[in-house]
C-alpha cells in the first residue's frame, strides 16, 4: 500500500494522533498523552480513515490493534518523520554543531562491555547529543532498526540479510558458571553429573555457540547432561538464580567477572576448558542515511576505515571480523 501520493495532503495533527494511538494501541491512554478526550482520539482517527479511505484500527476487547493499513501508514509516518527529523538536524548542525539524540538499542549484555562503557564515557563530552538507550533482545533490536524505531544497535548473533550491515566491534567469552564455594565446593567436579540449566533470553544461541565449541558437534551436545528447569525473564535474574543454587548457566565473562573474584560464582572446569570468543556486532539499517550527531557517534565506536561512508552505509551488508 503506497500513501505517498496522498502523505502531504494529511492533517499533521491527525497524522500526531494516529501515530501516538499506533504506539499505545489505548485510546485512553492516548487521549492521556496527548491531553485530549478521549472522543477526540477517536474522531481524529475516523478523520484520518476518510482522508486514506482505509480502516487503520479494530476493536479488540479493550484494545484496539493496527490493521494492515494501519501498519503500513504507521512505518511509511515514522519514516517520513525520522527523514524530516534527520534533514533539520543536519542543516542545523553544519551551521550550530553536531547535536541531536542517537537512539540505540542492545541486550542487557552488552551493558557491561569495556567497548560499550567507553562509548558511553566518550559521549559525555560531546555537547548536544543525547543518547536514548534501550535493553532489547536481538529479534527486537532487528525489527526496531527496520521500523526506523533506533538509529543503530549492538547485538550477539550473526545473520544473513540485505538490509542490514553488521560491524564487529567486540568479543565476548562465554563461560558455564554454578553457585560459588564454599557451597560448591567439589559440587562441579562429578563426570556423571546432570546440570540443571537456568533458561533466560539469549541462552540458547549461547548454549549453541559454546556447546559447538566444546564439543564439536551437535549430536555429542544433544548426549550431554544438561536439562532446562528454571526460567528467568532476564539476564540479571538469571545471574541471581544461578548466585541462590537454582542451577548453572552460560554467560559472557565480563557480566560476571566481580561475582567470580568473589567466588559467588564459579567457572565450572572441563578437561579442555578452551575459551570461546563470541562476536558482538553494531547493526544499522543499509543504504540509510544518518545525521550528524549519528556519524559522530559511529565515529567514536569505529576505527576510521570500519566508518560508514556519509551519508549512507554501504548498499550491501559486510561483516568485518578482528
Avoid at 526460567?231 to 541471581?240: D, G, H, Y
Wanted: aromatic residues 10%.
Amino acid at each position: 500500500m503506497d500513501f505517498s501520493s496522498s502523505f502531504e495532503c494529511l492533517d499533521n495533527r491527525l497524522l500526531r494522533t494516529f501515530l501516538v494511538a499506533a504506539e499505545k494501541l489505548n485510546f485512553t491512554a492516548t487521549a492521556h498523552d496527548l491531553n485530549m478526550t478521549q472522543s477526540g482520539v477517536s474522531q481524529h482517527v475516523k478523520k484520518l480513515e476518510e482522508q486514506l479511505s482505509v480502516v487503520l484500527f479494530q476493536r479488540a476487547g479493550r484494545r484496539v490493534v493496527l490493521t494492515s493499513a494501519g501498519y503500513h501508514l504507521q512505518v511509511f509516518a515514522l519514516r517520513q518523520a525520522e527523514e524530516s527529523h534527520r534533514l533539520i538536524e543536519n542543516i542545523q548542525g553544519k551551521q550550530f554543531g553536531t547535536s541531536g539524540t542517537v537512539k540505540i538499542a542492545m541486550p542487557q549484555s552488552c551493558l557491561t562491555l569495556p567497548e560499550v562503557k567507553s562509548f558511553f564515557s566518550e559521549i559525555k563530552d560531546q555537547r548536544g547529543i543525547e543518547l536514548d538507550v534501550l535493553t532489547l533482545e536481538h529479534d527486537c533490536i532487528i525489527d526496531r532498526i527496520e521500523n526506523w524505531g533506533i538509529d543503530f544497535g549492538f547485538i550477539c548473533q550473526y545473520e544473513i540479510s540485505h538490509s542490514l550491515v553488521y560491524y564487529a566491534v567486540a568479543q565476548e567469552e562465554l563461560v558455564l558458571v554454578g553457585k560459588g564455594f564454599p557451597q560448591a565446593q567439589g559440587a562441579y567436579t562429578d563426570p556423571g553429573a546432570v546440570y540443571n540449566l537456568i533458561d533466560y533470553p539469549g541462552l540458547k544461541y549461547y548454549f549453541g555457540c559454546w556447546g559447538i565449541k566444546r564439543f564439536g558437534d551437535h549430536q555429542q551436545l544433544a548426549r550431554e547432561p544438561y536439562s532446562l528447569v528454571h526460567k528467568a525473564s532476564c539476564l540479571r535474574s538469571a545471574i541471581v538464580m544461578v548466585e541462590s543454587g537454582l542451577g548453572v548457566s552460560i554467560f559472557p565473562r565480563h557480566c560476571i567477572e566481580k561475582r567470580l573474584a568473589e567466588n559467588t560464582l564459579v567457572e565450572i572446569p572441563f578437561e579442555s576448558n578452551r575459551p570461546f570468543q563470541n562476536e558482538v556486532y553494531l547493526v544499522a539499517a543499509s543504504g540509510r542515511g544518518f545525521s550528524a550527531s549519528i556519524e559522530r557517534a559511529l565515529e567514536l565506536l569505529l576505527p576510521k576505515e570500519m566508518q560508514p561512508q556519509s551519508p549512507a552505509f554501504a548498499s550491501e551488508p559486510i561483516k568485518v571480523c578482528h
